[in-house]
């Protein structure tokens, strides 16, 4: 079992930038396919951005290409979710998840691990 632990929500003005982090403790973090998602009010969970256990394929949803990158720092146990010129559709709770079933997981509900989100708030 692996635990998740989502920072770096927060409140911000449409066009900046904010960067969460997703820590992980509990097993072998470059075991575990990553991803971020998240979910506005009224709205279903969706994928923002995938990264492979190595790090080296990544996915992003259509809505954030260009503006959000996906990192991971396997020696930290930590994935990051660079987000910028932020819009206020981009206004949600952000959750981290972890799998370690394939090297690259994109949907939802392959992952079987989330953490408790964190909220992230654009004004315009």
């Known amino acids: 079992q692996v635990q998740l632990v989502e920072s770096g929500g927060g409140p911000v003005q449409a066009g900046g930038s904010l960067r969460l982090s997703c820590a992980a403790s509990g097993r072998t973090f470059s075991n575990y396919a990553m991803g971020w998602f998240r979910q506005a009010p009224g709205k279903e969970r969706e994928v923002v951005a995938t990264i492979s256990r190595g790090g080296g394929s990544t996915y992003y949803a259509d809505s954030v290409k260009g503006r959000f990158t996906i990192s991971r720092d396997n020696a930290k146990n930590t994935v990051y979710l660079q987000m910028n010129s932020l819009k206020p559709e981009d206004t949600a709770v952000y959750y981290c998840?972890?799998?370690?079933?394939?090297?690259?997981?994109?949907?939802?509900?392959?992952?079987?691990?989330w953490g408790q989100g964190t909220q992230v708030t654009v004004s315009s």
């Open positions: 998840a972890a799998d370690q079933t394939n090297p690259f997981i994109t949907r939802a509900q392959n992952y079987r691990y």
